[in-house]
């Protein structure tokens, strides 16, 4: 079995970090919302990886991702003109050959593995499986309707749900699903939607699924849920307190994760937060639900719920609810702001 991470979106809601970073290697508690991931699908045994991203942005993932990472090997596949999910299903055919297959939204986290819906697709006859949740607001997703353990019918963010039980972005296929999605029509979006050529195995006699989700989940789409997941995985994350502050306080000390290359002096650092190798704190607050990537320098400043990359400056700012994407630089006299901001962008007052 191969796993198929789709990635190719745009990330309009995540800019202007998304013009620089693609939102699925963001760091959320200082590891990339797409190692979250890849770890998930291997720990359910698969470890042959295809990534759908658009041509112009497969120098960045392999910069960073190369042919192996986090114990998978990860092969590009292109989606020249993105035309919708199925259209980027359709995309990865080569790459998974009549192999049945793992597809995963590369910008959703959960909190739970998926080793059970995995083994059970290996050992039942259906020709799809769908991962699904309980939400409050079914009209914003995919929603399924389940009859005697079978999804009978799914509609694409309905005006009128027929259930509560959304289409939470993971899905295993057999090879039916491509033939599936050569029969559809583009929806009133203008997209080919996964949720029809779905409904076209149904119809067609094939039997689809159910998995249920356990724990949470978060959709990354924007800025503000990054933040949030940040603050979710800071708190679940495996941190240690390995650095020596001088003439500083920690409180929470349990949620720190500090290296011992990390230079804090006169400051007060608060958990949960996940400090990277080779960061400079000097007279700030910082936390509580911060991380900082490696190479950061933070002088004279008052930072919480943010989250900050690599090599960034920040000095002289009351900083909260941020977003800061490599070499950012800050520099406000003491006034408080909240910003999200690309790479090497620069605040500064003259």
Request: charged share 30%.
């Given at each position: 079995?191969?796993?198929?991470?789709l990635?190719?979106?745009?990330g309009?809601r995540?800019r202007?970090i998304s013009y620089?970073?693609?939102?699925?290697l963001?760091p959320?508690?200082?590891?990339?919302?797409?190692q979250y991931?890849?770890?998930k699908?291997?720990d359910?045994?698969?470890?042959?990886?295809g990534?759908?991203?658009?041509?112009e942005?497969?120098?960045?993932?392999?910069?960073?991702l190369?042919?192996?990472?986090?114990?998978a090997s990860?092969?590009?596949?292109?989606?020249?003109?993105?035309?919708g999910?199925?259209?980027a299903?359709a995309?990865a055919r080569?790459?998974v050959?009549?192999?049945?297959f793992?597809v995963?939204?590369?910008?959703?986290?959960?909190e739970s593995?998926?080793?059970?819906?995995?083994?059970?697709?290996r050992?039942?006859?259906?020709?799809?499986?769908?991962?699904?949740a309980?939400?409050?607001?079914?009209?914003r997703f995919?929603?399924?309707?389940?009859?005697?353990?079978?999804i009978?019918n799914l509609v694409?963010?309905?005006?009128h749900?027929?259930s509560?039980?959304a289409i939470?972005g993971?899905?295993l296929f057999?090879k039916?699903?491509f033939?599936a999605?050569?029969?559809?029509?583009?929806?009133?979006?203008g997209?080919l939607?996964?949720?029809?050529a779905i409904?076209k195995?149904?119809s067609?006699?094939?039997?689809?699924?159910?998995?249920?989700?356990k724990?949470w989940?978060?959709?990354v789409?924007r800025?503000?849920?990054a933040i949030e997941?940040?603050r979710v995985l800071?708190e679940d994350a495996?941190?240690?307190l390995?650095?020596k502050?001088?003439?500083?306080e920690l409180r929470?000390r349990s949620?720190?994760?500090?290296p011992?290359?990390?230079?804090?002096?006169?400051?007060?650092?608060?958990?949960p937060?996940?400090?990277?190798?080779d960061v400079?704190?000097i007279n700030?607050?910082?936390?509580p639900?911060?991380?900082?990537?490696?190479?950061?320098?933070?002088?004279?400043?008052?930072?919480s719920?943010t989250i900050?990359m690599?090599g960034s400056k920040?000095?002289d700012?009351?900083l909260s609810d941020s977003?800061l994407?490599n070499d950012?630089?800050?520099e406000?006299?003491g006034?408080?702001?909240?910003?999200?901001l690309g790479s090497q962008a620069?605040i500064?007052?003259?």
């Open positions: 079995m191969k796993g198929v991470f990635c190719a979106g745009k309009t995540m202007p620089s970073v693609p939102k699925h963001i959320l508690a200082n590891k990339r919302i797409l991931n890849v770890e699908v291997i359910a045994g698969i470890d042959e990886i990534l759908v991203v658009s041509p942005m497969e120098n960045a993932y392999r910069e960073v190369g042919t192996s990472k986090w114990g990860i092969s590009y596949i292109h989606q020249e003109d993105p035309q999910l199925a259209h299903v995309c080569d790459f050959g009549d192999e049945p793992l995963y939204l590369g910008d959703n986290l959960l593995g998926l080793e059970e819906m995995v083994s059970d697709f050992t039942d006859k259906s020709l799809a499986s769908i991962l699904l309980h939400v409050d607001d079914p009209e995919g929603v399924a309707e389940i009859e005697n353990g079978e009978t694409e963010k309905p005006d749900p027929p509560n039980l939470v993971s899905y057999e039916e699903i033939e999605i050569e029969k559809i029509e583009p929806s009133d979006r997209e939607e996964i949720t029809d409904a195995l149904i067609e006699g094939g039997v689809v699924t159910p998995s249920r989700i724990g989940w978060l959709d789409g800025p503000a849920d997941a940040n800071l495996d941190l240690k390995e650095g502050p001088t003439n500083s929470n949620k720190l994760g500090i011992k290359t990390s230079r804090i002096e006169d400051s007060l650092i608060e958990g937060a996940r400090l990277g190798d400079e704190v700030s607050t910082i936390g639900n911060v991380s900082i990537g490696e190479g950061v320098t933070i002088k004279n400043a008052d930072i719920d900050i690599s920040i000095e700012v009351d977003l994407a950012a630089r800050i406000l006299d006034n408080p702001i909240s910003a999200k620069e500064v007052q003259s």
